[in-house]
């Protein structure tokens, strides 16, 4: 999708979305755009948030010694969230495309409530 800005964004994350528009090309619409852009923008900020886990760890300790949960926790949380939504929407996660292709017409070949209904389709 070329209208999509990938100058503020990482590289993992352009080739990310590189790879999805290129898997999605026969199907996105321009009314897409956001939705897509979106999809790059939740996913920017989820990988900032687990690179800062990674960096930082999970636990932090404060000026007092105590030991609390990194926030950038709860952010990954929320943007991981954000982003698998946006996936299973366009088909992008493993058990969303396997449900696609159990949709196929091939697949429906040899089902008998597929043809059934196929031939009541015709028949109207």
């Known amino acids: 999708m070329e209208q999509l800005d990938y100058s503020l964004v990482s590289a993992e994350t352009k080739l990310f ?11 996105l619409q321009p009314c897409d755009l ?3 852009r979106g999809l ?22 404060d000026k007092k010694g105590r030991t ?5 926790n709860a952010v990954a949380k ?12 366009y088909g ?15 697949v429906d070949e040899d089902n008998p409530l597929a043809q059934y209904l196929k031939n009541e389709d015709a028949a109207v």
């Not at 999805?20 to 199907?27: F, R």
């Open 92 to 106: 992008l996660t493993l058990r969303s495309r396997q449900a696609i292709k159990a949709m196929n017409a091939d």
């Open 34 to 36: 956001g939705a897509i």
């Open 17 to 27: 979305m590189t790879d999805v528009c290129t898997l999605l090309d026969d199907i």
């Open 78 to 89: 929320s943007y991981q969230t954000q982003v698998m939504n946006f996936m299973r929407e």
């Open 68 to 72: 609390t949960v990194n926030p950038a």
């Open 40 to 61: 790059m923008v939740s996913y920017e900020f989820y990988k900032q948030a687990t690179d800062k886990l990674l960096e930082d760890g999970i636990f932090l300790t």
